[in-house]
């Protein structure tokens, strides 16, 4: 399955029956939806959509109509995993930052200088 498989109110269907990939403005209502849901996520304290499906369309219904309306279902699973992956990263990615500057702060405390 590609990017553009599922169905999408916008969809249009090529003469050989394939799907035409969305133009620009289909992109951008697509993205705007995916902020405004996300945004009301962030709002009530919820980070996967997937998992927590239940309570997202209850406290953001509007908003998740709106983004599947609005996107290709694969767009749509693409991006609420993607908003998990990338807050678990930051999270790495931060954690490991505070273990360095630990090290660095042990290194300084044994009489080490960097260059």
Request: proline residues 2%; charged residues 40%; hydrophobic residues 30%.
């Amino acid at each position: 399955m590609g990017w553009f498989s599922g169905s999408s109110s916008d969809s249009k269907t090529a003469s050989d029956g394939g799907r035409i990939a969305p133009d620009r403005s289909s992109r951008q209502r697509c993205w705007e939806g995916r902020d405004k849901f996300f945004t009301c996520l962030d709002n009530n304290d919820i980070l996967d959509a997937i998992k927590d499906d239940k309570q997202a369309r209850r406290k953001c219904g509007k908003e998740v109509e709106e983004f599947e309306a609005s996107c290709a279902k694969a767009w749509v699973k693409y991006f609420k995993e993607k908003r998990v992956m990338e807050f678990n990263r930051d999270k790495t990615i931060e954690r490991i930052k505070q273990e360095d500057a630990a090290k660095v702060q042990d290194l300084k405390a044994q009489g080490w200088t960097p260059r």
